[in-house]
C-alpha cells in the first residue's frame, strides 16, 4: 500500500548557467558596474550634495539625451553607489567592457529617432527582502509535467488511432505554418484531460486548464540558496543557428545562476494521494531529459562549438545513481520543453511575417566559455557527499566574496557612524563653549572672577587634595571675598561651589574632604577656617 503522504528532500546543481527571469531588468539608470561587478541602486538613496542634486535636475530636463546624461552622471558616483547598492552580482569581463564603452553614450539610433545603448540586462528571479537568487518551484514542476505528457505519448498516444489522427494534422499544419484548426480542439481537450489537467474553455490563442487532481499531488517547494554566497553573474548569451552556417546572430544580458555551484539550491518534494512515487518521477525526468541533452549536444559537437568530453562528463554524472534526475530549467531550450511530436514553435520569418515549425531552429547559448543553458542535476534524499559531482565542479571560481563586501560595507557604514557621533559631540562641545563664553561675556564684578576661575579649574588635571592647585586657590577666593566685602549674592555664588557635590571642586580633587585625615593638615584648617568665616558674614 502506498503511503498518502511522502516528503523527499532535494538538492539541485546547476551544470550550466541557469536563467529564470522574473520580468524586470537592471535598467542603466539603476547600476553601475566595478572591477566585473555589478552594483544594483536605488538612485533615491543616494546621498548627493545640493550641487549634485541641481545638476541631477538640470540633467533630467534635457528631453531624449536625459537617458544617457543620467547613466553618465550615476557612473561618475561609483564609489558612493558601492556604499548603497542592495545588490552585487558578477559580470563576464566582456559585460564590463561593454557597460564602460557604452555608458551615457548613443551607440545607435532605430526608427522614429529612437536612441538605444543596449545596456538593459534580463534580471534573475530573486528573493525580495535578501537580495539572492532562487529557483521557483514552478520552474521545476512545469518541466516535471513535460516528462509525463512526453512519456505518455510515446506510451499511449502513438497506439491510439485518435492521437495518431491529431499528429497527422498538427504535423501537416505546421508544415503548412498554420496552428491548431478547430476540430483539433477537442483531441487536445482530451488529452490534457486524461494525463494533467482539466480544460475550461480554448480558442484560438490561449487554454484555459485547471491542473488536475493527480498533477495537484507532486509539491515542490521553491528552491532556495543554501547560504548567502550563492553566486550570478551577467553574461552574454548569443543566438545560434541549428541547421544553417551562419554565424552567431543576436546577443542579450542576462544575469545568469552560475554553473557548477555544489548543491546550492534545496528544497522539499510532497508526494500526495500515491498518485505517483520518486522512482517513477526520477524515471520520467530522466528519460526525457538525457534524450534532449544528447539531441543538442550532438548538433553542438558536429558545429565545433563545444567537445564530445562535455557531453561525457554531464551523462556519467547521472550513471548508476537510482537518486538523481537531469533536468533542464529557465529560458530558451524550447526542444526540452514540448510534447515533441505535437510541437508548434512560432519563429519571425521576417521583420513582418512569423511561422509556426515543429521545432526551433536556433539555440542559444553563453559565450566564453560557450554552454548550453539551463542544465542541472537533481538529488533526491542524499545521505552522503557525491563525490562524482563534487569532482565535477570543483572549477567553480568564486569571483568576488559578496561577505567580504557586505563586511566591508558594515565596516564603513560603522566609521560614517562613529564621525557623525564624533562630530555631532564636536558641534555640542562648539555650543556649550559658545554658551559659556556668551554667559561669560554677560557676567559683571564678582561673578565673572568666579566664573574665570572655575573654568580655569575645568582644565586643571584630577590630583590629589594635598598637590591640587584649585584647594589653595578657591580659599584665596573665599578669603578675598570676604576681604573685599562682596555682596551677598556673590558670596552665596562662591559658597555654591563648595555646597555642590558635582562642582569642580569635588570632582576634580582626588578624595576631597574636610574631616578624617584630610581635615588636619595645615591647609585644610585654614581652609575650614576661611569658609566659616565667610559663611558668618552672610549671618550678620
Same mark, same amino acid.
Given at each position: 500500500?502506498?503511503?498518502?503522504?511522502?516528503?523527499?528532500?532535494?538538492?539541485?546543481?546547476?551544470?550550466?548557467?541557469?536563467?529564470?527571469?522574473?520580468?524586470?531588468?537592471?535598467?542603466?539608470?539603476?547600476?553601475?558596474?566595478?572591477? !566585473?561587478?555589478?552594483?544594483?541602486?536605488?538612485?533615491? /538613496?543616494?546621498?548627493?550634495?545640493?550641487?549634485?542634486?541641481?545638476?541631477?535636475?538640470?540633467?533630467?530636463?534635457?528631453?531624449?539625451?536625459?537617458?544617457?546624461?543620467?547613466?553618465?552622471?550615476?557612473?561618475? /558616483?561609483?564609489?558612493?553607489?558601492?556604499?548603497?547598492?542592495?545588490?552585487?552580482?558578477?559580470?563576464?569581463?566582456?559585460?564590463?567592457?561593454?557597460?564602460?564603452?557604452?555608458?551615457?553614450?548613443?551607440?545607435?539610433?532605430?526608427?522614429?529617432?529612437?536612441?538605444?545603448?543596449?545596456?538593459?540586462?534580463?534580471?534573475?528571479?530573486?528573493?525580495?527582502?535578501?537580495?539572492?537568487?532562487?529557483?521557483?518551484?514552478?520552474?521545476?514542476?512545469?518541466?516535471?509535467?513535460?516528462?509525463?505528457?512526453?512519456?505518455?505519448?510515446?506510451?499511449?498516444?502513438?497506439?491510439?488511432?485518435?492521437?495518431?489522427?491529431?499528429?497527422?494534422?498538427?504535423?501537416?499544419?505546421?508544415?503548412?505554418?498554420?496552428?491548431?484548426?478547430?476540430?483539433?480542439?477537442?483531441?487536445?481537450?482530451?488529452?490534457?484531460?486524461?494525463?494533467?489537467?482539466?480544460?475550461?474553455?480554448? !480558442?484560438?490563442?490561449?487554454?484555459?486548464?485547471?491542473?488536475?487532481?493527480?498533477?495537484?499531488?507532486?509539491?515542490?517547494?521553491?528552491?532556495?540558496?543554501?547560504?548567502?554566497?550563492?553566486?550570478?553573474?551577467?553574461?552574454?548569451?548569443?543566438?545560434?543557428?541549428?541547421?544553417?552556417?551562419?554565424?552567431?546572430?543576436?546577443?542579450?544580458?542576462?544575469?545568469?545562476?552560475?554553473? /557548477?555551484?555544489?548543491?546550492?539550491?534545496?528544497?522539499?518534494?510532497?508526494?500526495?494521494?500515491?498518485?505517483?512515487?520518486?522512482?517513477?518521477?526520477?524515471?520520467?525526468?530522466?528519460?526525457?531529459?538525457?534524450?534532449?541533452?544528447?539531441?543538442?549536444?550532438?548538433?553542438?559537437?558536429?558545429? #565545433?562549438?563545444?567537445?564530445?568530453?562535455?557531453?561525457?562528463?554531464?551523462?556519467?554524472?547521472?550513471?548508476?545513481?537510482?537518486?538523481?534526475?537531469?533536468?533542464?530549467?529557465?529560458?530558451?531550450?524550447?526542444?526540452?520543453?514540448? @510534447?515533441?511530436?505535437?510541437?508548434?514553435?512560432?519563429?519571425? #520569418?521576417?521583420?513582418?511575417?512569423?511561422?509556426?515549425?515543429?521545432?526551433?531552429?536556433?539555440?542559444?547559448?553563453?559565450?566564453?566559455?560557450?554552454?548550453?543553458?539551463?542544465?542541472?542535476?537533481?538529488?533526491?534524499?542524499?545521505?552522503?557527499?557525491?563525490? #562524482?559531482?563534487?569532482?565535477?565542479?570543483?572549477?567553480?571560481?568564486?569571483?568576488?566574496?559578496?561577505?567580504?563586501?557586505?563586511?566591508?560595507?558594515?565596516?564603513?557604514?560603522?566609521?560614517?557612524?562613529?564621525?557623525?557621533?564624533?562630530?555631532?559631540?564636536?558641534?555640542?562641545?562648539?555650543?556649550?563653549?559658545?554658551?559659556?563664553?556668551?554667559?561669560?561675556?554677560?557676567?559683571?564684578?564678582?561673578?565673572?572672577?568666579?566664573?574665570?576661575?572655575?573654568?580655569?579649574?575645568?582644565?586643571?588635571?584630577?590630583?590629589?587634595?594635598?598637590?591640587?592647585? @584649585?584647594?589653595?586657590?578657591?580659599?584665596?577666593?573665599?578669603?578675598?571675598?570676604?576681604?573685599?566685602?562682596?555682596?551677598?549674592?556673590?558670596?552665596?555664588?562662591?559658597?555654591?561651589?563648595?555646597?555642590?557635590?558635582?562642582?569642580?571642586?569635588?570632582?576634580?580633587?582626588?578624595?576631597?574632604?574636610?574631616?578624617?585625615?584630610?581635615?588636619?593638615?595645615?591647609?585644610? #584648617?585654614?581652609?575650614?577656617?576661611?569658609?566659616?568665616?565667610?559663611?558668618?558674614?552672610?549671618?550678620?
Amino acid at each position: 500500500m502506498k503511503e498518502f503522504m511522502k516528503t523527499h528532500q532535494v538538492y539541485l546543481t546547476p551544470l550550466t548557467p541557469i536563467h529564470i527571469g522574473c520580468g524586470e531588468e537592471f535598467e542603466p539608470t539603476n547600476y553601475v558596474i566595478d572591477d !566585473d561587478v555589478l552594483y544594483h541602486f536605488e538612485p533615491s /538613496k543616494l546621498h548627493l550634495t545640493d550641487d549634485e542634486k541641481q545638476e541631477l535636475l538640470e540633467i533630467i530636463e534635457k528631453g531624449n539625451d536625459a537617458p544617457f546624461e543620467i547613466q553618465k552622471f550615476f557612473s561618475q /558616483k561609483s564609489a558612493l553607489i558601492k556604499q548603497i547598492a542592495h545588490y552585487f552580482a558578477n559580470t563576464q569581463k566582456s559585460v564590463a567592457d561593454d557597460w564602460a564603452k557604452k555608458v551615457g553614450n548613443v551607440v545607435q539610433i532605430e526608427g522614429h529617432n529612437k536612441l538605444v545603448n543596449q545596456l538593459l540586462i534580463d534580471r534573475h528571479s530573486y528573493i525580495s527582502n535578501q537580495a539572492l537568487p532562487y529557483i521557483p518551484a514552478s520552474s521545476v514542476k512545469g518541466a516535471l509535467i513535460t516528462t509525463i505528457l512526453n512519456s505518455h505519448f510515446d506510451t499511449k498516444w502513438l497506439r491510439d488511432t485518435k492521437y495518431l489522427e491529431l499528429l497527422n494534422k498538427v504535423q501537416k499544419n505546421n508544415s503548412s505554418g498554420k496552428g491548431f484548426r478547430d476540430e483539433d480542439k477537442k483531441l487536445i481537450k482530451d488529452i490534457l484531460n486524461s494525463y494533467i489537467s482539466e480544460i475550461i474553455n480554448i !480558442d484560438d490563442e490561449n487554454i484555459e486548464y485547471k491542473i488536475s487532481e493527480s498533477i495537484k499531488g507532486v509539491k515542490f517547494s521553491d528552491f532556495m540558496p543554501v547560504d548567502n554566497n550563492v553566486a550570478t553573474q551577467v553574461m552574454i548569451v548569443k543566438n545560434f543557428e541549428k541547421y544553417e552556417n551562419e554565424p552567431a546572430g543576436l546577443s542579450l544580458k542576462r544575469e545568469m545562476i552560475m554553473s /557548477k555551484q555544489y548543491r546550492s539550491f534545496k528544497s522539499n518534494l510532497t508526494l500526495w494521494n500515491g498518485k505517483y512515487d520518486l522512482q517513477q518521477l526520477i524515471e520520467y525526468l530522466n528519460c526525457h531529459f538525457i534524450d534532449s541533452l544528447k539531441a543538442e549536444m550532438k548538433i553542438l559537437i558536429e558545429k #565545433k562549438i563545444i567537445k564530445k568530453d562535455i557531453l561525457d562528463n554531464l551523462l556519467s554524472l547521472i550513471e548508476n545513481n537510482k537518486n538523481i534526475a537531469l533536468v533542464r530549467l529557465g529560458k530558451n531550450g524550447s526542444l526540452s520543453k514540448v @510534447i515533441t511530436k505535437l510541437a508548434q514553435i512560432e519563429t519571425k #520569418k521576417s521583420k513582418r511575417e512569423r511561422e509556426i515549425l515543429p521545432e526551433a531552429t536556433t539555440f542559444w547559448l553563453s559565450i566564453n566559455p560557450n554552454e548550453s543553458l539551463g542544465w542541472a542535476l537533481l538529488e533526491f534524499d542524499p545521505n552522503d557527499e557525491n563525490i #562524482k559531482l563534487k569532482d565535477y565542479c570543483k572549477n567553480y571560481k568564486v569571483l568576488f566574496d559578496k561577505a567580504d563586501i557586505i563586511f566591508k560595507r558594515k565596516q564603513l557604514e560603522e566609521q560614517k557612524k562613529q564621525a557623525i557621533i564624533i562630530k555631532q559631540k564636536f558641534i555640542e562641545q562648539e555650543q556649550q563653549e559658545q554658551a559659556k563664553q556668551q554667559k561669560l561675556a554677560s557676567l559683571s564684578g564678582n561673578f565673572k572672577i568666579i566664573a574665570e576661575k572655575i573654568e580655569q579649574w575645568e582644565k586643571v588635571e584630577k590630583s590629589p587634595q594635598n598637590s591640587s592647585p @584649585i584647594v589653595p586657590e578657591y580659599r584665596s577666593l573665599l578669603e578675598l571675598a570676604f576681604n573685599e566685602n562682596w555682596s551677598s549674592e556673590e558670596k552665596q555664588e562662591l559658597l555654591g561651589i563648595y555646597e555642590n557635590k558635582e562642582s569642580v571642586l569635588w570632582t576634580n580633587v582626588d578624595n576631597f574632604s574636610l574631616s578624617g585625615k584630610n581635615g588636619k593638615t595645615p591647609a585644610a #584648617k585654614k581652609f575650614k577656617q576661611a569658609l566659616k568665616i565667610l559663611t558668618d558674614s552672610l549671618c550678620n
